[in-house]
């Protein structure tokens, strides 16, 4: 668990996120033929699993299915606070939105702490949720300002907190704003307990299992890789990315962001409450219990995902700033998340396209998933059972704001403009007989610019390193040891399999073409 090596000091030699360690988790088949439900999840995060808790007790016959393992993606490597506190937003918010809406963002993030309790404390699930206070610290004079903006913004939609004097650890801070009542909890724990409660009233789980189409009409029909053809009602896309982007071109609607955790053992106790930085890079702060030791969670260091500074930086960032503040003991874990984020920083929540009702997606978390993630749940029910929703138009994915989303819009599209030609043009000068073992980079083979990943025992991966989702070249992260996409954030394991899309396929051993996606009949895209 903790095994480390000498270059990275503390750092354990492998990633694994705490809340997929020391917790039993159920497993599913995989489909093998064809069914048909009212309603189809696929993706088993917090969305897709509350979401099926919620359709089960309304009645409806419901089937999740799973690239993977369930609870193995986002909600599985989350940071696990249960907010509406996301960052400084509220003020920019209501300067770009309106009030209103600002203060329907509060409300949709307030319902959903409150039912993640509700919900724990109905079926008494053991998953160490607290109440906390959620507090935003800026250590410069430029943050300062914004957080005091931040506090007339809680001022004006009416949220419980404000300014307060200190923060209870040795930072040198400027401004303080914290926001009341607020929740942490084990994600996977009380996730696990709600897939138990979905099979218990009949619901279908189903691991292993990639959707990678739709056929769309009265009665859409999910495709799968394996084969089987599932028929549904409604179709709700509960995947981190839209596995099926139909003519919403949510590829061009947000970008990947990755940042980094750490688990810690302190020599100085942590205090109550959650934290994080306004300042950049990011820190933000929480307690844990691992095996009944208090311990502390380090998150931060954002950036778009493929792109910056080699990410083994990015874990070495943090595990300084816990030893400055609070003097390690230990690094029990470490590993890394992927967020999405929209133009507009609200989620996409509703209808895939306007009018068509029976496809409906949630994504563009940015961060912040089980809140806005329990959210997209509440607001699936209803649009399902015909109920209305306060929400529905604030998260609706059709919607658009000229400011910022028409300038975010050209600036998003432009970097992935410029990944692309930068990629097409790298010229790398490293060679397979270079790599040590346990090392990886951009290779040229025969004149192609290739991956290659030399293993603990000597042997060489070789994959071509066109990302197999719009054509993008991928980087090497020795962080985690997977190929990044600097465009939409695929990420690839060092064989080429894909772990976090928005590719479906594989990295290929020859020379890949994006025509090779265009012209396949299994693809959303």
């Keep these: 668990m903790t095994h480390t090596n000498k270059e990275n000091g503390k750092l354990p030699l492998d990633t694994e996120s705490y809340w997929r360690t020391d917790i039993e988790f159920p497993k599913f088949p995989s489909l093998e033929e064809d069914i048909q439900v009212d309603v189809i999840i696929v993706g088993a995060g917090i969305t897709g699993i509350t979401s099926a808790y919620l359709l089960v007790n309304e009645g409806l016959k419901v089937a999740i299915i799973e690239a993977g393992k369930v609870l193995n993606g986002t909600t599985g490597h989350t940071t696990a606070k249960i907010t509406a506190q996301h ?5 920019e918010f209501i300067r770009n939105i309106g009030r209103s809406n600002a203060r329907l963002y509060y409300e949709a993030n307030t319902e959903a702490l409150n039912f993640i309790k509700e919900t724990v404390d109905q079926h008494k699930i053991d998953c160490d949720f607290s109440t906390q206070d959620a507090y935003i610290y800026a250590t410069t004079e430029k943050y300062a300002r914004k957080i005091e903006k931040e506090a007339e913004a809680y001022e004006k939609i009416g949220i419980e907190g404000g300014l307060v004097d200190s923060i209870p650890f040795e930072i040198d801070f400027q401004k303080v704003l914290v926001m009341k009542k607020q929740a942490q909890f084990h994600p996977t724990k009380y996730l696990v307990h709600l897939l138990q409660l979905i099979t218990e009233k009949g619901g279908l789980i189903f691991e292993n299992t990639t959707a990678v189409n739709i056929e769309t009409g009265e009665q859409p029909v999910v495709l799968t890789r394996e084969g089987p053809r599932i028929t549904s009602n409604h179709v709700l896309a509960c995947s981190h990315f839209p596995f099926y982007e139909g003519l919403g071109l949510y590829s061009t609607r947000m970008h990947a962001d990755r940042s980094y955790a750490l688990t810690v053992k302190t020599k100085k106790k942590f205090p109550d409450g959650i934290y994080i930085s306004a300042d950049q890079p990011t820190r933000s702060l929480r307690s844990v219990t691992v095996n009944g030791e208090e311990m502390v969670l ?23 700033f816990g030893e400055e503040v609070f003097g390690l003991e230990k690094i029990v874990y470490r590993w890394s998340a992927q967020d999405l984020v929209t133009l507009d920083k609200l989620p996409y929540i509703g209808e895939l396209t306007s009018g068509q009702p029976n496809i409906l997606i949630a994504t563009g978390f940015r961060k912040w998933g089980m809140s806005n993630g329990t959210a997209a749940a509440l607001l699936f029910r209803d649009m399902i059972l015909g109920k209305e929703n306060t929400f529905e138009k604030l998260y609706t994915p059709s919607r658009f704001y000229a400011h910022p989303s028409l300038k975010n819009f050209l600036v998003e599209n432009a970097n992935v403009v410029g990944q692309i030609i930068k990629g097409k043009l ?20 025969e004149g192609h610019r290739k991956g290659a990943y030399k293993d603990d025992e000597g042997k060489l991966h070789i994959v071509d ?12 992260n020795n962080g985690d040891r997977t190929w990044d996409c600097p465009c939409h954030g695929s990420r690839f394991s060092f064989t080429g399999e ?5 590719a479906e396929k594989p990295l290929q051993k020859y020379d890949y073409k994006m025509i090779d996606n265009l012209t396949s009949e299994d693809s959303g895209y």
């Design 465 to 476: 390193t066109t990302c197999t989702h719009i054509g993008c070249e991928v980087e090497w």
């Design 87 to 91: 960052d400084l937003i509220y003020d």
């Design 426 to 445: 790298d010229s790398p000068k490293t060679k397979p007989e270079d790599l040590s073992n346990g090392e990886g980079a951009v290779i040229t083979l």
């Design 498 to 502: 894909v772990i976090e899309g928005p």
């Design 298 to 320: 380090i998150v931060g260091e954002s950036h778009k995902t493929g792109q910056g500074i080699e990410t083994m930086e990015h874990y070495k960032a943090l595990e300084s």
